[in-house]
């Protein structure tokens, strides 16, 4: 089998591994480290409450704030 081409990343035009390119990514590592600080990934949270809806949490440093018995530092 001949040698592949590597495939050039999509924002810097450098080459990608050919192991990433097979995953079927279009950046190299450096660029995709960019874009993950740039857009981070956020998650949601619901949380059951006894006697209420759920409450959605955004961040999750909220989650020590949605026990008012239990204090945390």
Known sequence: MPDEVPKPCRICNDAINP??????????IECQVDLDR???V?????????????QHIYNPK???DTNPKEQRT
């Open 19 to 28: 192991a990433r390119a097979e995953l079927g990514k279009t950046t190299c």
């Open 38 to 40: 740039q857009y981070p």
């Open 42 to 54: 956020k998650h949601l949270v619901a949380i059951p409450y006894s006697k209420g809806a759920y």
């Open 62 to 64: 909220d989650l020590f």
